[in-house]
């Protein structure tokens, strides 16, 4: 599997769009981008995931680079319900379950 | 939707004490994956079902841990004998095939 690179940590102003990017410049062709957040004592909650194009959904975009090497989680309007870990992973489909989930990046949204 | 449903919620045992986990996953999911996940780490892999079948556990401690997913629903981990190192947070997810993994809030279990 495709290794991913996020940053330990990031704070995001309440109201205000957070930008998670990732790199994964070792992405295969048939490996999807996935996202998947950790709130605080609940299990990873998944959030979206694309192949090549942007996805979007009732939770966040994913924009993806034309030569895949990296994406970026946009969360349009973040709350302090969104503080949580975010992770980023490479994976074809579900890998069967062996999904790498890494360090990932702590966002904190701040009133 | 129901999600996955995990029990117990938090577990406190002595070393060499047995102890097991319940997972109800959602509603026709017919794959279903445990997980360890211990403090400040990601999620890791420890055994994965398609229905009643288990089609990776090579990740499994086998000497003290086991499994079981008899009806290919609801599932059990277990851990015969436990050891202080086993302190984690046990998780449970199932999926209908290929679609997104779906978490319940997990078992934190503690070993003194």
């Known amino acids: 599997d495709a290794k991913t690179t996020q940053p330990p940590s990031m704070d995001c102003a309440e109201g205000r769009a957070a930008n998670l990017p990732c790199n994964h410049s070792?992405?295969?062709?048939?490996?999807?981008v996935y996202w998947y957040r950790q709130i605080h004592s609940q299990g990873p909650q998944y959030i979206i995931h694309?192949?090549?194009n942007n996805e979007t959904n009732e939770m966040a975009s994913l924009i993806i680079t034309e030569d895949r090497k990296s994406s970026t989680l946009i969360l349009p309007h973040a709350t302090l319900r969104d503080t949580a870990v975010y992770y980023c992973?490479?994976?074809?489909?579900?890998?069967?379950?062996?999904?790498?989930f890494g360090q990932g990046t702590e966002l904190s949204v701040k009133p | 939707e129901a999600g996955v449903v995990q029990s117990p919620r938090y577990k406190i045992i002595e070393k060499k004490q047995p102890v097991a986990f319940w997972c109800n996953p959602i509603?026709?999911?017919?794959?279903l994956y445990w997980y360890l996940q211990n403090l400040g780490q990601g999620p890791e892999l420890l055994i994965r079902?398609?229905?009643?079948?288990?089609?990776?556990d090579s990740q499994l401690p086998k000497d003290r841990f086991s499994a079981e997913r008899l009806k290919g629903v609801d599932s059990t981990l277990k851990i015969q004998p436990a050891e202080l190192g086993d302190s984690a947070v046990y998780l449970c997810?199932?999926?209908?095939?290929?679609?997104?993994?779906?978490f319940g809030n997990g078992t934190r279990l503690t070993v003194t």
């Open positions: 079902y398609e229905n009643e079948e288990a089609v990776d």
């Open positions: 694309g192949l090549k």
């Open positions: 070792t992405i295969s062709g048939n490996e999807y």
């Open positions: 509603s026709g999911h017919n794959t």
């Open positions: 992973i490479v994976s074809r489909n579900n890998q069967g379950g062996k999904l790498i």
């Open positions: 997810a199932s999926s209908l095939g290929n679609s997104p993994l779906h």
